[in-house]
């Protein structure tokens, strides 16, 4: 009989579920919404359900969760996303889900976003992996031998609220100023251009919008607009210096950019590649960086890698 | 029988060698002196003659080293303080003491001084742990889940030469400028206090000197000279900052601050600790920070616990 490990990863606003074989291939995928009403008390029952009306439960050999929190031993400590504060996910999923003898883990989502790339996207076979996830925010997962780093209080690879930033001092939703996710996020990067554009007269194709995506930005950088040219250059600085501490703490083998701003590819790795060395110095020669090749599944694979035999 | 674990620490003026119990308690230690002659090629030989001389071969677990420079996978990739370029040392140090049924391990010394704090020291007990060393530089030394992250190119754990200063951009011996090394090692607080003393014409204990040493700008800052106090606080700030980096990537249990200038003690580190937690935002809450307690020992008890059963 084959058997199947499910990937669930739970978001803000739908749940990606994925039913793969036990070598991270994807046999099927679905999704649900998330019903965040009545501080997401249906979230683990709406998913026990799907998984029973899709898979055969039998065949089944675990399963993993992603949460957009933090997470230590499996316990998370706060979902403001979903209304959760601390819950046992295994424990009260088995409550809905009473087949006991299946393992139930839990992560959290830049953890196995990382993870997910590890077991079948573009970091498929490394074992000491950084994952710096560029979407609205920064998020960050980390693999060390293998296995996740969770930390503590289960933030680790918060890679995004490292402080590195002292000349915008931007806001940041943390209450610091200055993080990664400031400066180096979809937001970071829009933010950077609006300060680029008030500061200067010079022209620029960006002028003609009162607002613009991240997006926008680099697809006039890419069209020679020197101010786009200028704020990519500037976070892909950013983010070369973030990783240069991640770097000497970690010495990785490789790093993973993911998440929406890593669709700029090549234009935005090799930026980040020139700009690594001189923070690193003379302590690393080559480093390995690629773009996530998992987009948005990443997740739903990291979690099935949870469970994986 | 009784058995043995050695550890050996290999510095560049001498070899401290310990005998442990297995549990880590130090049964008796000596040292030798470093022959850096002909490429460092006697060091080997020297330590094997040493241990066979002091302790009964037969009663020996294992014998494990700490060597000044990167290590990957049990090989030196060079110790320019001991003349070694790439060195498989357990297969050397075989060739001459020819007790193959003996493991012999091999790391880098700023990581075994945690590993040997961790074993017998400050950290007894934790699993993941960051140790900074400071020193003439700054060492970093770091455990996951129990072992020692020595990273691709053994350079895990540089925290020492993470570019955390923009100020003062001084010169760090690796070649970049403003390296955490530049600004808060015993050197650094020399420096930072010579800028001080020249940038004003207060009024300063530390100008009746021309020269000074970290312990005395601490000694004076323990007395109430300004000068001394903004030297060490800025100092602590730069250390809290680059602590609060690692925080947020590995949210370690513990923090070790070891080395000469943590001799300073509580009152040190109660300047890191108000520092550390504007860095690190509301992610982290109670960073447990400790003194190292080994001193100049905690290496060769780290040797040892490579080879711990």
Known sequence: MSRYLIGVDIGGTSIKIGCFDLNGYLIEKWDIPTDKSNQGENILKDIAYSIINKVDVQSITGIGFGVPGPVSDGVVLNCVNLGWGQKNVSQEFNRIFPYDYIPVRVSNDANIACAGEVFSGSGKGYKNVVMFTLGTGVGGGILVDGKIVEGL????????????????????????????????????????????????TQRSLLRQYDNFSAKRVFDMAKQGDEIALQVIDEASDYLAYAMSLVALTLNPELFIIGGGVSNAGDFLLDKIKTRFYPYVGPFIKNQKMVIASLGNDAGMYGAAFLVRP
Do not use: F, Q, W
Not at 171 to 176: A, D, E, S
């Open 153 to 200: 209080n289960g933030v680790a690879g918060e890679l995004g609220h490292m402080l590195i930033d002292r000349k915008y001092n931007l806001p940041c939703n943390c209450g610091k100023k200055g993080c990664t996710e400031t400066v180096a996020s979809a937001t970071g990067i829009v933010n950077l251009a609006k300060l680029k554009l008030k500061e200067t």
